[in-house]
């Protein structure tokens, strides 16, 4: 079973690990890290990359698609070599996916027309300018589609292809293996509950404040 993780530059890579660390677990598959270009594409701040080791034209029919987002989604979103590429392969995939605002992506490609999906809550709305049906949901499928929202929801969104790919037994001993058992410190990562001081607080910007 083939996999592939799509990358570009200004990725959140936790969008990409986490459902690696879940899906390279499954029975018999081959995961390929696949980008306009093979190399190093970095995360938005410049500081940490990960490495394609395959071309576009190298991967044209993997049997899973996992899109990541991150600050550069947006523009991905845009770009008709990767958007082309995605409609391709989502022909012929077994389950097509995103992570945060990789949901951008398949709404670029002309995935998500017409469907139910989830995505970071700073682009929710801008779903709906891909046609689709926004929803604050942590994990959303449709068809073969799975939508995660923010980042940490790839681990979820991970488990429960696992789970349809390899049972639940399966999907229950790669949980346990890597003991994903969140007990957050704080109730503090729905943005629905969240007051405005923090939500501007975060698009704001964090890492740049100077204390």
Known sequence: MEIAILLFDGTTHLDSV???EVLHNLPD???????KAKGAYRDRCGMLSLNADFSLDEVT???ILVVPGGGGADAAAEDRELTDWVAAVHATTTWT????TGALILGGAGILDGIKATTHW???????????EPV???????GKVITAAGVS???????TLAAE????DIAKAIQLGIEYDPEPPFDAGDHTKAPEDRIALWRAGINKIKR
Do not use: N
């Open 153 to 159: 929801s790839g681990i979820d969104m991970a488990l």
């Open 29 to 35: 598959t081959d995961v390929k890290f696949v980008a």
């Open 18 to 20: 986490g459902p690696y």
């Open 61 to 63: 029919a993997p049997d």
């Open 136 to 142: 604050t949901e942590r994990v959303v499928r449709e």
């Open 165 to 168: 790919v390899a049972g639940d």
């Open 122 to 132: 700073r682009a929710l709305d801008t779903l709906r300018t891909f046609g689709a």
């Open 97 to 100: 996916t995103s992570v945060c």
